[in-house]
């Protein structure tokens, strides 16, 4: 089994990582590669350092890495900015877009499913002045076309959806709306920290101009990200910071060469290995389902067919949602986003397909990668079934049975 | 979220879980709580001659709540009903160490007993 050590739970040494959509570990051969890329016999001079050798070799490697990211989505490598991680991304494309054109359109579109990342970039925009629409998706996480098309104005000036949902791996098919607001001139935003390298991207196809990128979801370290900007047509945004102009001036800053020698790397992996990784999480994802559906009750929050193959969120109605997490804490696996899941809030996404902040709450995600092995599905379902017969056959029943019947029971 | 030795004990080994069955004139039970709030709590008691014989609770909600209600249930056998209408939820509070914004769970609990002490006298005995 997949098992990692956790020194907090010495009764427990080990747990089941089934939270890849949280983040990822570094694969070893990437590690390996940024590991080359710091000490005085490696890589570690300054890539913008044009005026001798070991700055030019650096370099070299960052282009190589930036050549390993715009293959996996079509891109070319002009197009592709180096970020701190798909927040940052998310932050420059959209506030960066909105700022640009502020003096000709002041309205945005987005989903109430978005990562924060997005809709907390929206709420500053709002406080500056903009406009922004929030499209509610189906009770299966889905936006509709006609959604969108009835939400757009003359004055919109960016669309932001993403391609693959955090908490319940619901794909939104890109290309149609990609195509519409082509059409229209608005440009389109895609948060895909979740689908990169994970199911196919393809940015010329799907008529994308922005697209969020982070390194560690996809096994490289965190840190890193990457946004598409697309140059045909011309994409132009207003930079978040100043400085030395690297990057188009888009995000100056000297370059970390190891974090990105790793997006590279982890980029080029997935993309050699994302047909049968899919499919292989596919078909574990359903003999998790399938094994979670022996409890009744349980519901896949999601859709039933455009979704990513890692993820599967589960409400399991009548256990309460902490006390199910802490029944499977030799699991690693999270009640929704980690960025969010502090709060103890029930999760906003599940809130707008319409779950009850009570479903809500009694919800899972598991999100599984490549280290996840069948083993580890056939311990989370034999786990996950005894636990929540456990706590259910502890709740009190809602209607009394016959021979409890005597019984009077306030409150 | 870290929860005490104590309530982890608790939640995962919960002794007095269930329900009773006997004699209905002996029997008593009272809940509290609403799963819609997060926390609910139920006891169940056989008292005999002024004394609880036999305590019982189900619960839905954190492992807090779940352990409080357990130790509770175990507390209760053996004492008289007088003596459990003393319970007091900030020294089952301080037993299982539980943070300060758990001390509503126990509030449940409280009111749970209350329930089942006061479903009790009303049956006159």
């Known amino acids: 089994m997949s ?31 940024m590991a080359a890329c710091l000490t005085l016999d490696a890589s570690f001079a300054n890539p913008a350092s044009d005026s001798h050798l070991p700055g030019r070799a650096a370099r070299e490697l960052v282009e190589e890495a930036r050549l390993k990211v715009a293959a996996l989505i079509n891109a070319s490598p002009e197009e592709i900015i180096w970020t701190s991680g798909a927040t940052e991304s998310d932050n420059l494309a959209i506030a960066g877009a909105a700022r640009f054109h502020r003096h000709e359109r002041r ?4 989903t109430r499913t978005e990562h924060k990342a997005v809709l907390d970039t929206c709420r500053q925009l709002e406080r500056e002045g903009f406009d922004v629409s929030y499209l509610v998706p189906d009770r299966f996480g889905h936006i509709e076309l006609r959604q969108l098309q009835e939400a757009l ?7 932001s959806i993403m391609h693959v949902n955090n908490e319940t791996g619901v794909v939104q098919e890109l290309s149609e709306i990609g195509a519409l607001c082509r059409e229209r001139g608005i440009l389109f935003h ?97 003999r998790l389902w399938c094994g979670l559906q022996t ?24 256990v309460e949602g902490e006390a199910l997490l802490f029944a499977l804490r030799p699991l690693a696996v999270s009640s929704g986003s980690a960025c969010n899941s502090s709060s103890g809030e029930a999760s ?10 009570q479903l809500a709450q009694s919800s899972l995600r598991f999100s599984l990668g ?24 502890m709740a009190p029943k809602q209607e009394l049975s016959e021979d409890e019947g005597c019984l009077a029971l306030g409150g | 979220m870290r929860y005490s030795s104590q309530v982890e004990r608790y939640f995962d080994d919960p002794p007095n879980a269930g329900v009773l069955t006997g004699p209905a004139e002996r029997l008593a039970a009272g809940r509290a709580g609403d799963v819609r709030h997060g926390a609910q709590v139920e006891f169940h008691i056989l008292v005999d001659e002024g004394l609880i014989r036999e305590a019982r609770f189900r619960a839905y909600g ?64």
């Not at chain 1, 996840?372 to 017969?389: F, S």
Request: with cysteine.
């Open chain 1, 3 to 33: 098992r990692i050590s956790d020194p907090q739970h010495m009764n427990l040494s080990h747990a089941v990582y089934l939270d890849y959509a949280a983040t990822t570990p570094v694969d070893p051969r990437v590690a390996q590669r």
């Open chain 1, 107 to 110: 309205h945005i579109v987005t």
């Open chain 1, 153 to 159: 104005r003359e004055d919109t000036v960016l669309v």
């Open chain 1, 190 to 286: 895609v948060d895909a920290a979740q689908s990169a390298g994970k199911i196919p991207i393809d940015v010329k196809a799907m008529c994308v101009d922005l697209m969020s990128f982070s390194a560690h979801k996809v096994y490289g370290p965190k840190g890193a990200g990457a946004l598409y900007v697309s140059r045909a047509p011309l994409c132009r945004l207003s930079p978040l910071m100043y400085g030395g102009g690297q990057e188009r001036g888009l995000r100056p800053g000297t370059l970390a060469t190891h974090q990105i020698v790793g997006m590279g790397e982890a980029f080029r992996i997935a993309k050699e290995e994302l047909d049968q990784e899919g499919q292989r999480l596919g078909r574990m994802r359903d």
């Open chain 1, 295 to 318: 409890l009744p009750g349980v519901e896949m929050n999601g859709h039933p067919t455009l979704r990513a193959p890692g993820i599967l969120n589960v409400c399991f109605p009548g």
């Open chain 1, 348 to 357: 906003y996404v599940l809130r707008a397909m319409g779950r009850s902040d």
């Open chain 1, 370 to 393: 490549r280290f996840t092995t069948e083993e580890d599905i056939d311990y989370v379902i034999e786990l996950t079934t005894r636990q929540v017969e456990r706590l259910r056959s």
């Open chain 2, 62 to 125: 954190c492992p807090c709540t779940i352990a409080a209600a357990a130790r509770t249930a175990e507390l209760l056998e053996g004492l008289t009903v007088e003596a459990a209408e003393e319970f007091d939820p900030h020294e089952l509070a301080a037993e299982l160490e539980l943070p300060a914004d758990k001390l509503t769970r126990v509030l449940v609990v409280e009111d749970a007993i209350r329930a089942a002490l006061a479903d009790w006298r009303s049956r006159g005995s």
